[in-house]
């Protein structure tokens, strides 16, 4: 069975946990229709509503995603407060 995402683990500390995902399996056919910002927009934007609904002390921080042609998505949460 192919998993959904590839990952590493980057920091995992107290106040913060930060991976980077290097294959996502819903960026290839996404791409291949062209549509790299309408994904971005309506699959990888919505990670910032998921972890606000774990706790709204949590801060989630990217710069980069698959979708939109970087090498990696990078995920930080920090934990404010």
């Known amino acids: ?32 229709l062209d549509a790299g910002r309408i994904g971005n927009a309506l699959l990888c934007d919505a990670d910032y509503g998921h972890a606000q609904g774990f706790s709204p002390r949590i801060k989630m921080i990217r710069n980069k995603t698959l979708m939109l042609g970087h090498d990696c998505c990078n995920h930080r949460y920090v934990l404010q407060g």
């Open 1 to 32: 069975m192919q998993s959904i995402v590839t990952y590493e683990i980057v920091e995992d500390s107290e106040k913060a946990f930060e991976i980077n995902v290097t294959e996502c399996i819903l960026v290839q056919p996404v791409l291949e």
